[in-house]
């Protein structure tokens, strides 16, 4: 998990290293994100996942518009947030009672175009979205669905999410070193993996990798933050 956030930062900080005119940087924000997401386990057909789920997250971005007169350029984000399932319902097993919380990571790259608005600026991102959504079970006895043992003491569910991700924004005063900032983060994912871990005494092991069919997660997460413009 820690390579996976390092790796993120790196492309997000590296893309607004670019940044060559005066409204593009490093944004700074805080955001609000809810949505759903239902799919159908690989393995049992029988075995479907619904949830509909709240993921606050503190999130850096960059619009690094550097061509056709700071039009044209690259979008990178990078959240981290809690995670809080308002209802999940997997197998007809593990539902929202089950779930005791945790840890979302958001990510996306891609083209950027923005165009000035007089003092303030329009800018929007789109391209590739990756999600992993952490998720904690409370202990369980659901041995004899997954034919393991000692399946009571730390349960962890994760899922992968990809696919596309859209980003409009609003920068007041762009033309000055700081500014604060509006949008809206959209994410539309069409893919899906999983993997459930079981933790007994100090060992962790995964038990079942999951494959997901028919996968959809729509994702809205609207933030408010502040914009450190680079440049002359």
Excluded at 17 to 46: L, Q
Excluded at 120 to 127: E, K, Q, W
Excluded at 156 to 162: G, K, L, R, V
Aim: with cysteine; proline share 2%.
């Amino acid at each position: 998990m820690k390579k996976i956030v390092f790796v993120m930062m790196t492309f997000v900080f590296a893309t607004a290293m670019f940044a060559k005119n005066h409204h593009s940087g490093i944004d700074v924000s805080a955001a609000t994100g809810f949505g759903y997401f239902n799919g159908r386990d690989a393995d049992a057909s029988a075995a479907k996942s619904e949830s509909k789920f709240f993921q606050p997250e503190f999130k850096i971005s960059t619009y690094d518009c550097f061509a056709l007169f700071h039009m044209l350029g690259i979008y990178a984000s990078f959240g981290v947030g809690g995670n809080v399932q308002f209802s999940q319902e997997y197998a007809d097993i593990i539902t929202s009672d089950d779930i005791s919380g945790g840890v979302a990571l958001d990510f996306a790259i891609g083209p950027a175009f923005g165009i000035d608005l007089g003092s303030m600026r329009f800018n929007v991102g789109a391209g590739f979205h990756i999600n992993f959504t952490n998720v904690l079970i409370e202990g369980k006895d659901i041995d004899e669905t997954f034919d393991i043992e000692n399946f009571t003491l730390e349960n962890t569910y994760t899922y992968c999410w990809f696919g596309l991700a859209v980003a409009p924004q609003i920068r007041f005063f762009a033309n000055r070193r700081c500014s604060f900032i509006i949008g809206c983060d959209l994410a539309f994912d069409f893919g899906c993996a999983g993997k459930l871990e079981v933790k007994t005494n100090d060992s962790k092991t995964t038990i079942r990798t999951v494959d997901f069919e028919d996968a959809f997660r729509f994702g809205c997460a609207p933030y408010i933050g502040l914009g450190i413009n680079f440049g002359s």
